[in-house]
């Protein structure tokens, strides 16, 4: 079993950057694929953005490209989420993501999620 728990989110200025983090427990998480996910009100969940379990192969939603980053630590299990030149549009509950595979797999379900974290883009 896989225990994820986000932190980083918070109120930013339109233009600023936050960064993410997502603090998972049990070592089988360094072998899993993980994610990023929003949800904003009255709207879908909707991908962000994935790593595999090496960190080699990454992938963005297009509404993010150029702007955010995902990367990973294993020797810490945590994932981060670096958002840059932050938009109104950004704002939602953030949320980590993991599947139970090496490689994220887009149309796999998502075995464990975290409690999500609230980011406020500020306009």
């Known amino acids: 079993q896989v225990q994820l728990v986000e932190s980083g989110g918070g109120l930013v200025q339109v233009g600023g950057s936050l960064r993410l983090s997502c603090a998972a427990s049990?070592?089988?998480?360094?072998?899993?694929?993980s994610g990023w996910f929003r949800q904003a009100p009255g709207k879908e969940r909707e991908f962000v953005a994935s790593i595999n379990w090496d960190g080699h192969y990454t992938d963005y939603a297009d509404s993010v490209k150029g702007r955010f980053t995902i990367s990973r630590d294993n020797a810490k299990n945590t994932v981060y989420l670096q958002m840059n030149s932050l938009k109104p549009e950004d704002t939602a509950v953030y949320y980590c993501?993991?599947?139970?595979?090496?490689?994220?797999?887009?149309?796999?379900?998502?075995?464990?999620w975290g409690q999500g974290t609230q980011v406020t883009v500020s306009s």
């Open positions: 993501a993991a599947q139970g595979r090496l490689i994220w797999v887009k149309s796999g379900s998502v075995e464990y």
């Open positions: 049990g070592r089988a998480f360094s072998l899993y694929a």
